[in-house]
């Protein structure tokens, strides 16, 4: 599966974003999805991941109730709407594909990726 994220950008402190990542190739309604965060001088992380149906959803413990994680599996794409944006939410947010088990936070745990979008949030 091929994955391309999207709608990155610089947004105010407090101010939202939503990202999109458009999924092609194998069934797209097959994989589980995530985000991942990586900022600059740091290690990528977990920020939220989705189950197949789209019923069960994960977040990190410093986007949980301003993040939230949907996907459209007609359309073959996974959304992260950002809220109460911080500066500390400054990162390259790449989406990526899991064919295993739901509740993966590693970066192990996903077996594709899509390039990264590039989030900044000004103070």
């Known amino acids: 599966v091929q994955l391309q994220a999207s709608g990155g950008g610089l947004v105010q402190a407090g101010g939202s974003l939503k990202l999109s990542c458009a999924a092609s190739g194998r069934t797209f309604s097959s994989y589980i999805m995530g985000w991942f965060r990586q900022a600059p001088g740091k290690e990528r992380e977990f920020v939220s991941t989705?189950?197949?149906?789209?019923?069960?959803?994960s977040y990190a413990d410093p986007v949980k109730g301003r993040f939230t994680i949907s996907r459209d599996n007609a359309k073959n794409k996974v959304f992260l709407q950002m809220n109460g944006l911080e500066p500390e939410d400054t990162a390259v947010y790449s989406c990526?594909?899991?064919?295993?088990?739901?509740?993966?936070?590693?970066?192990?745990?996903?077996?594709?990726w899509g390039q990264g979008t590039l989030v900044t949030v000004s103070s």
């Open positions: 989705i189950s197949r149906s789209g019923a069960r959803t």
């Open positions: 990526a594909a899991s064919g295993t088990s739901f509740g993966g936070r590693r970066s192990s745990d996903y077996d594709y």
